[in-house]
């Protein structure tokens, strides 16, 4: 039931606004929330035992 209305609710804001769908992508939600997600990345692995520097590198 829940997962009809959240369908719904999404067919309506499209319909009223004139827009197309647009699928955000699976990674949509880890982008939004990557600092949270990379914090309790650092303190899992530092609970442990680990020391953890991050660095930030783009891949090629």
């Known amino acids: 039931m829940a997962a009809a209305h ?3 609710t999404i067919v ?3 319909l ?5 769908y647009k699928d955000l992508g699976s990674h949509y939600f880890e982008e939004r929330q ?3 997600i990379m ?4 303190r899992r ?3 442990l035992g680990f020391q953890v ?3 930030n590198s783009t891949a090629s």
Request: charged residues 30%; hydrophobic residues 35%.
């Open 39 to 42: 914090k309790q990345a650092v």
């Open 12 to 14: 309506y804001h499209l």
């Open 53 to 55: 520097a991050l660095t």
């Open 34 to 36: 990557k600092e949270t």
């Open 45 to 47: 692995l530092e609970n």
């Open 16 to 20: 009223t606004r004139g827009e197309d």
């Open 6 to 8: 959240s369908i719904m």
